[in-house]
T-cell receptor
């Protein structure tokens, strides 16, 4: 069965370190998204991609970057981790057609100490 | 500026009764609306959706209503079951404008009491 997987599921890192969260989907979806979930803020869009070599900033992109070198993967990099980036991160993907839903991974809980 | 709003952070309902979750949006370009359900330590899962050309979509116990003039949608769960206890997010997108990203609300935590 097609799926979307995130790794690691949990990570603790120190302030200032670079961190990369992995996202891999086997749906062959063109569209991929990164969200963060915080209490009182819901799911906020960080970055998204509509295909290979395409990346776009979402509403909370400062301090994050993504790259899309193939269809299956969209890694999220925190250039210099900050305590404000402690959160649960979700990757999602969706197909190209109109009126389609996004499928989410299980999430990565990141703690920056 | 929050384009999708869920003004009720939490809702408690007795088992067997109706649960009504509300969502408001501000962007008139949105043309597709979705509801997701999220259990703790899991990713959100798709529940039901509605296109802007409709005002109602039903799937079993779940019905979504869309009022475009009021920029308001609601999710009705009838009858509510304890397994429905979760956080519910509404989301919106504007596919016809070529934008495939999904904007989410802040979520409503539903607790169904046995």
């Amino acid at each position: 069965d097609a799926e979307i997987t995130q790794s690691p599921r949990h990570k603790i890192t120190e302030t200032g370190r670079q961190v990369t969260l992995a996202c891999h989907q086997t749906w062959n979806h063109n569209n991929m998204f990164w969200y963060r979930q915080d209490l009182g803020h819901g799911l906020r869009l960080i970055h998204y991609s509509y295909g290979v070599q395409d990346t776009n900033k979402g509403e909370v992109s400062d301090g994050y970057s993504v790259s899309r070198s193939n269809t299956e993967d969209l890694p999220l990099t925190l250039e210099s981790a900050a305590s404000s980036q402690t959160s649960v991160y979700f990757c999602a993907s969706s197909g190209q057609g109109l009126n389609t839903e996004a499928f989410f991974g299980q999430g990565t809980r990141l703690t920056v100490v | 500026d929050q384009q999708v709003k869920q003004n009720s952070p939490s809702l408690s309902v007795q088992e067997g009764r109706i649960s009504i979750l509300n969502c408001d949006y501000t962007n008139s370009m949105f043309d597709y609306f979705l509801w997701y359900k999220k259990y703790p330590a899991e990713g959100p899962t798709f529940l039901i959706s509605i296109s802007s050309i409709k005002d109602k979509n039903e799937d079993g116990r779940f019905t979504v209503f869309l009022n475009k003039s009021a920029k308001h949608l609601s999710l009705h769960i009838v009858p509510s079951q304890p397994g429905d206890s979760a956080v519910y997010f509404c989301a919106a997108s504007s596919f016809t404008s070529g934008t495939y990203k999904y904007i989410f609300g802040t979520g409503t935590r539903l607790k169904v009491l046995a």
